[in-house]
């Protein structure tokens, strides 16, 4: 049983940056793909990011791409998102995911897998 705590939420204004953390436990956190996703109001929760369990391979929302960034780090059990030039329209509640083994890719649409509690980031314009 995987348990993810997320981090790093808040207010921030359009144009600006946040660094989100989702820190794992009680499993072997480099045998997991790891993959964020957010969920606006009245949304359904999407697929934003994804780094495999070796940290070979990300894939990215199109909405997202060249701005955010997914990261790992295997020591710390922790997965990242650095999220710049922040719009409006990023504002959501974002979660991390962990499946066993899978690709980066597969994370797209994935339901199956253990999920944190989610951390608000709220954008103004």
């Known amino acids: 049983q995987v348990q993810l705590v997320e981090s790093g939420g808040g207010l921030v204004q359009a144009g600006g940056s946040l660094r989100l953390s989702c820190a794992a436990s009680?499993?072997?956190?480099?045998?997991?793909?790891m993959g964020w996703f957010r969920q606006a109001p009245g949304k359904e929760r999407d697929f934003v990011a994804s780094i495999t369990w070796n940290g070979f391979s990300t894939y990215y929302a199109d909405s997202v791409k060249g701005r955010f960034t997914v990261s790992r780090d295997n020591a710390k059990n922790t997965v990242y998102l650095q999220m710049v030039s922040l719009k409006p329209e990023d504002t959501a509640i974002y979660y991390c995911?962990?499946?066993?083994?899978?690709?980066?890719?597969?994370?797209?649409?994935?339901?199956?897998?253990?999920w944190g509690q989610g951390t608000q980031v709220t954008v103004s314009s």
């Open positions: 009680g499993g072997t956190f480099s045998s997991y793909t």
């Open positions: 995911a962990a499946a066993y083994f899978t690709s980066a890719a597969g994370m797209v649409g994935r339901k199956n897998a253990y």
